[in-house]
C-alpha cells in the first residue's frame, strides 16, 4: 500500500481506536500499533506524523508505558494526547504532578495562537480524563491552551514540530475536537488526504485480480455486514472463480436468509450456493435449553454443514476470511494472519481443503467496511445491519428452540426493527431486537384468556459492545411497537421493555 502513513502509538487508554478511526475519517491511513515499536521500525515505517495515545498509568510508576526519546529526532511531528502529551514533558524534561481529584468531563478550554488551533474558537468545550497533568513544560515549549483545573491543557515546540494536548479530540464531546486533528495532519504534518474508500475498493480489485487470476476462491457467506463486504470484493476481482456457501440454519431474523439470495445471487450474479439447513438444525435443537449447549449444537453442525459443501466444491486455492482491523488489533497486535473466533468461520480451516486465507478486509475499520460496502453498490439492509449473534435467534429464545417459537419471534423482531427504523432511531441504536422469554403470563384477547409467553425488547446503544446502555426510546415508540406485536402478531399477550445496562446484564439474554 503505498499510502501516506501516520502511526499512532497505542499506550492503553480507551479512546485509542477511536483517535485512529478519526485520523482515517480525515483521509489519512494509520496504524494502531504497540508503543514498544522499535525506532528502527519506527523509520521503516516511516509516517509523516506520529500520535501517542492515552493511558492508564502514570509516568512516574514503574513499569510505566516509555518510549525512546530518540523519538523527537527523527524530524517527524509529534502529537501527544492525555499520557502521550504527558510522557512527551517528562521526556523532554518537565513535569507532571497528581492531582488530588480526576479530572473527568467537559471543561471550559482557552486556546491561544497555535497552527492546532486554527480556525478554532478560542474559547470553548473540551473532554478531559486525567488526574495527572503537566505543571511545567519543558525548556524551548511554550504553553498554547489552558482551562482552570488544567495550566497547560496544550503545549508546543512548534519549530521541532512536537505538539502536547491534555484533552482528548477524538471525542465528539469535545467541540471542534476533529478541527484539531485535522489541523494536525494537514497544517502540521503535511498530509495530502489519499485515504479514501473508493481508492482502497480500486486498489484492492486491482492487488487481488493479480493475486487470484486463474485461482478458485470459497468464501462462507453468513449474512453479516464483513462476510459480504469482503466476499463482494473478491467477487469484483475474481469473478466467476469465486463461489460462496451460505448456511441456512433457520435462525436468521425475517427475510434475512432471502435477502442474500436476492442480493448476492440474483443482483450480482455470484455463485451462490444455498444449503438448506433448516430442519437439520431444528432437529438438534429439539429439548435444548441450555445456552451454552445451543450454542455449542449451532457451531458444530454449521461446521459440518459447511464441510459437506465445500467437499463438493473440491479444492481451492484460497479461503476468505472477513477479518476486520478490531480483530488484528485484538488479537496479536498485526503481524500475522488472525482466523476469526467468531464460532460461524472459526472452525471452517480445518474443514476446508485450501491453500492461502485471503483477507481483503484486515486493514479496514467497521465503519470503513460499510463505506466499501456501500461503494461496491450494497444496500444499506446489508451494510448497516446490526451486530447479530452467529447463533441467531436459538439464543433469543429461552428455553427450547420451536418453529412456532422462531415464527413469534421474526414477526415480533421485524415490527420493532420497522417502528425504530420509521422512528428515525436506527443510526443511534447499536442493537435492537425482541426476546422470547420462558415466562407465561395470562392475558385477555376479545372474551378469550390467553397463556403465552413474555415478549422482551432490548435496545442498547454501545460503541463497541463491551459496555451498554439501555436505549431511552420515546414511549410513544415503544408503544406503537407493543400494540403492533399484540395484534398482528399470534402467541404474543404480554410485551415488556429491559431497562439494564452492560455491565451487570449482557446485551443478548442468553
Ligand atoms: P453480550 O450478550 O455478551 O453480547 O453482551 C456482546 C455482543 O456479542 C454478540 N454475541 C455473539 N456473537 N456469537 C456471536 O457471534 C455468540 O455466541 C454471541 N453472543 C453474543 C451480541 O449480539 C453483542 O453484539
Partial sequence: MN?????????????????????????????????????????????????????????????????????????????????????????????????????????????????????????????????????EVPAGFRISAATKTCPAAAFENAEKKIYGIQFHTEVHHTAEGEKILRNFLYGVCGAKGDWTMSNFVEEQVSALKKKLEGKKVLCAMSGGVDSAVAATLVHRAAGENLTCVFVDHGLLRKGEAEEVVSVFRDR?????????????????????????????????????????????????????????????????????????????????PSVVDFKEIVEPLRDLFKDEVRKVGTELGLPDSVVQRQPFPGPGLAIRIMGEVTEEKLQTLRDADFIMREEIAKAGLNRDIWQYFAVITST?????????????????????????????????????????????????????????????????ATIEWE
Fill in 3 to 135: 499510502h501516506e502513513k501516520v502511526l499512532v502509538l497505542d499506550f492503553g487508554g480507551q479512546y485509542n481506536q477511536l483517535i485512529a478511526r478519526r485520523v482515517r475519517e480525515l483521509g489519512v491511513y494509520c496504524d494502531l500499533l504497540p508503543y514498544g515499536m522499535s525506532i528502527e521500525k519506527i523509520r521503516e515505517y516511516s509516517p509523516i506524523g506520529i500520535i501517542f495515545t492515552g493511558g492508564p498509568n502514570s509516568v512516574y510508576e514503574a513499569g510505566a508505558p516509555d518510549i525512546d526519546a530518540e523519538i523527537f529526532r527523527l524530524g517527524i511531528p509529534v502529537l501527544g494526547i492525555c499520557y502521550g502529551c504527558q510522557l512527551i514533558a517528562h521526556k523532554l524534561g518537565g513535569k507532571v504532578a497528581h492531582a488530588d481529584t480526576r479530572e473527568y468531563g467537559k471543561s471550559e478550554i482557552e486556546y491561544g495562537e497555535s497552527i492546532l488551533f486554527a480556525d478554532v474558537t478560542k474559547k470553548n468545550i473540551c473532554w478531559m480524563s486525567h488526574t495527572d497533568y503537566v505543571s
Fill in 268 to 348: 450480482l450474479g455470484m455463485n451462490l450456493v444455498k444449503a438448506d439447513a433448516r430442519e437439520l438444525f431444528l432437529e438438534k435443537l429439539k429439548g435444548i435449553s441450555d445456552p451454552e449447549r445451543k450454542r455449542k449444537i449451532i457451531g458444530e453442525e454449521f461446521i459440518k454443514v459447511f464441510e459437506k459443501e465445500a467437499k463438493e466444491i473440491g479444492a481451492v486455492d484460497f479461503l476468505v476470511q472477513g477479518t476486520i482491523y478490531p480483530d488484528v488489533i485484538e488479537s496479536g497486535k498485526g503481524a500475522s494472519a488472525v482466523i476469526k473466533s467468531h464460532h460461524n468461520v472459526g472452525g471452517l
Fill in 440 to 504: 407465561y403470563t395470562v392475558g385477555v384477547m376479545g372474551d378469550a384468556r390467553t397463556y403465552e409467553p413474555v415478549i422482551a425488547l432490548r435496545a442498547v446503544t454501545s460503541v463497541d459492545a463491551m459496555t451498554a446502555d439501555w436505549a431511552r426510546i420515546p414511549y410513544d415508540v415503544l408503544e406503537r411497537i407493543s400494540s403492533r406485536i399484540i395484534n398482528e402478531v399470534p402467541h404474543a399477550n404480554r410485551i415488556v421493555y429491559d431497562i439494564t445496562s452492560k455491565p451487570p
